[in-house]
């Protein structure tokens, strides 16, 4: 049943193309209710097989083509639905600050054993730093290439000015720290957050055992529920990707589509990039057996980009990585770190979209600021959870904070699970590669790899 009503509905989806395309092109001349029938058939059917299949990406998927159909057809209908897309945002809203500061304090006060493995927790951070801090640049070149966000015309509320102000580099280094972390989050101040949850992590890492326990316990609650809360939260997300869509469009016209495909074919050449030009390299200068980590590596990719969950990978990728001759004290101890700081798909991604935004919102920012946002995201990125949709969250905290527009963001949304296929998969790998890094940097990784044990795990 499934699989016959998505069969019908992407051939019905090629016959609306064809038409339109003909239609566009003058080559015949069909009337505007027949093809306005055809395109409806066609969102019917796809409204059937997201009712059979029960998946939320599904149905945001079929929201996007719904919202931009009603753009199109009605677009003083698509005007009056903005406010869902505004209830859709206070809700994500909310969710920011406390993920980001239960998910940091968590991350840095959770392994307060860096004391104890010293050099090793050391090299991995700076190696962390390092590459993610290169996945942002380079997802920042990949936008400003393409330019996937020029050309469309955000659509702006009566009476809505988009701020323009501009502040002295003292100013912007002392906007960095909080005077009062309940107005920081008041006022959506990620950065200012994530400096005090990183102080606040640090120092009940370096209280006694007795008294960071509780505390300790409190943010991974905390983080658990913030996680639950998102996910109650993103139900409403095809409601608010579909008001968000067909709001643009029913300002700006069906084009903002293309520039979807665009960000999208973007994102998936920085990824390769990213993981021929940076990762391969790394690879081969540490002198890590390629072929066998490739092996080794292949199911918990697939697994990772089949769920768009780093988490869900995790165990698979620990036995795989010990399988191929890594310790199991560095995979106990770099893997978990790896999912709070070293996202490097994640990161690419967050860097790209953040300069999508700021292209549709027509706004010029200089190098300088755009380091400055870069700098933003290379804190805020290390609070982005391995669950799906964790990075739109950090992205949209992120650009609330620098005073850009949200809509986009929204837009977003759409093809979102496809990008987070793309990320989680090279957030899983990256993450892989560092503990054998890691391992070969602390000279505990036998040239010999144990052969035989490697076979014996292969096999199973």
Not at 51 to 56: K, N, T
Not at 83 to 107: D, E, N, R, Y
Not at 393 to 417: H, K, R
Request: hydrophobic share 55%; glycine share 8%.
């Amino acid at each position: 049943m499934k699989r016959r009503l998505l069969l019908a509905a992407l051939v019905m989806m090629g016959v609306v193309g064809l038409l339109q395309s003909a239609a566009y092109l003058n080559i015949t001349s069909l009337p505007h209710s027949f093809l306005l029938s055809v395109r409806w058939i066609t969102l019917a059917l796809l409204i059937a097989y997201a009712v059979v299949r029960r998946s939320l990406t599904t149905w945001i998927i079929v929201s996007m083509f719904l919202g931009a159909e009603i753009g199109h057809d009605w677009p003083n209908v698509a005007t009056n639905l903005r406010v869902l897309s505004q209830i859709f945002l206070q809700l994500i809203k909310t969710i920011i600050a406390p993920l980001l500061f239960a998910t940091l304090v968590s991350g840095i006060a959770g392994h307060a054993d860096l004391k104890k493995v010293g050099r090793m927790g050391i090299k991995a951070i700076i190696y962390f730093e390092l590459v993610t801090t290169i996945a942002l640049f380079i997802g920042l070149a990949a936008i400003n290439i393409s330019k996937a966000g020029v050309g469309v015309q955000l659509p702006q509320a009566p009476g809505e000015v988009l701020p323009a102000t501009r502040h002295t580099p003292s100013e912007i280094i002392l906007h960095i720290f909080p005077e009062n972390i309940a107005k920081s989050v008041a006022e959506g101040q990620v950065l200012q957050v994530v400096v005090f949850a990183i102080i606040f992590g640090i120092a009940l890492a370096m209280v006694r055992e007795d008294k960071r326990k509780p505390m300790l316990a409190l943010t991974d609650s905390l983080a658990e529920v913030m996680f639950k809360f998102t996910n109650i939260v993103m139900w409403f997300a095809p409601l608010g990707v579909g008001a968000a869509i067909a709001y643009t469009v029913g300002h700006t016209g069906m084009g903002v589509l293309v520039n979807l495909a665009k960000l999208l074919a973007t994102l998936y050449v920085a990824l390769l990039v990213f993981l021929f030009g940076v990762l391969l390299p790394i690879a081969l200068f540490f002198r890590v057996p390629v072929k066998k980590f490739v092996k080794a590596v292949a199911e918990p990719a697939s697994i990772a980009f089949g769920t768009s969950s780093s988490e869900a990978a995790l165990p698979r990728a620990m036995e795989a990585m010990e399988g191929i001759g890594v310790p199991r004290k560095i995979v106990a101890f770099v893997m978990p770190t790896g999912y709070s700081f070293n996202l490097d798909g994640s990161s690419l991604y967050q860097s790209l979209g953040a300069i999508f935004v700021v292209q549709v919102a027509g706004i010029h920012l200089s190098f300088g600021q755009q380091l400055l946002l870069l700098l933003t995201l290379m804190l805020t990125s290390k609070g982005t959870a391995g669950v799906s949709r964790a990075s739109i969250v950090i992205l949209l905290g992120t650009v609330g904070s620098f005073g850009l527009p949200t809509e986009p963001v929204f837009i977003l949304l759409g093809i979102d699970q496809l990008m987070d296929m793309a990320r989680t998969t090279v957030n899983v790998i990256g993450n892989c590669l560092a503990t054998v890094v890691v391992a070969k940097w602390e000279g505990e990784y036998p040239e010999s790899s144990g052969s035989e044990a490697v076979q014996a795990a292969m096999a199973e």
